[in-house]
T-cell receptor, first 113, second 113 residues
Framework: DTAVSQTPKYLVTQMGNDKSIKCEQN?????MYWYKQDSKKFLKIMFS???????INETVPNRFSPKSPDKAHLNLHINSLELGDSAVYFC????????????FGSGTRLTVV | GENVEQHPSTLSVQEGDSAVIKCTYS??????FPWYKQELGKGPQLIID?????GEKKDQRIAVTLNKTAKHFSLHITETQPEDSAVYFC????????????FGTGTRLLVSP
């Protein structure tokens, strides 16, 4: 009964490949997010969806494409992976697109070699 | 946009001592300030939050204070225990537009027995 689940937990891939990370939440929340945590632990927002609609799109290379088939799912597809994409990617959700605490998933550690 | 600074970056205390982590924010429209605890290999977990209409909030051994005039807020942990060892993040967001939590740079807390 995990609240926010991400798969896979670890992803090792070669430069130039395309990969996807999946996220699902069973909390009934309307809003979902993708955050990137770099090697220095800095957490930076990438995207946010509210009820399947993109509402936040930070300065992220267009190789990253989020997709939300329904409000319980937010997937992240990355094309032409680069070494600098290596990081931990966290999915999160919140009840509404307002000031509420987020519930984070356990993260996907992406290593590009 | 919002910018959140967090200090110190590392904090070592003896079990039973108190620990204080401080954050400052730049956007005077920010009105929601959560704190997250991240244990090794896990996602950040919300431990306490405060809204701008409140100056202080306490939950057992943890408390948060907010000074809107100075634009800073602090996390206080009393009677620290080894299981408090983790990375702690402060964050801020405003109701202007869609919510976007902006995180501080994190504080690694080490509690020695």
């Amino acid at each position: 009964d995990t609240a926010v689940s991400q798969t896979p937990k670890y992803l090792v891939t070669q430069m130039g490949n395309d990969k996807s990370i999946k996220c699902e939440q069973n909390l009934g929340h309307d809003t979902m997010y993708w955050y990137k945590q770099d090697s220095k632990k800095f957490l930076k927002i990438m995207f946010s969806y509210n009820n399947k609609e993109l509402i936040i799109n930070e300065t992220v290379p267009n190789r990253f494409s989020p997709k939300s088939p329904d409000k319980a799912h937010l997937n992240l597809h990355i094309n032409s992976l680069e070494l600098g994409d290596s990081a931990v990617y966290f999915c999160a959700s919140s009840p509404f697109a307002g000031n509420y605490g987020y519930t984070f998933g356990s993260g996907t550690r992406l290593t590009v070699v | 946009g919002e910018n959140v600074e967090q200090h110190p970056s590392t904090l070592s205390v003896q079990e039973g001592d108190s620990a204080v982590i401080k954050c400052t924010y730049s956007d005077s429209a920010s009105n929601y300030f959560p704190w997250y605890k991240q244990e090794l290999g896990k996602g950040p977990q919300l431990i306490i939050d405060i809204r701008s209409n409140v100056g202080e909030k306490k939950d057992q051994r943890i408390a948060v204070t907010l000074n809107k005039t100075a634009k800073h807020f602090s996390l206080h942990i009393t009677e620290t225990q080894p299981e408090d060892s983790a990375v702690y993040f402060c964050a801020a967001s405003s109701n202007t537009g869609f919510q976007k939590l902006v995180f501080g740079t994190g504080t690694r807390l080490l509690v020695s027995p």
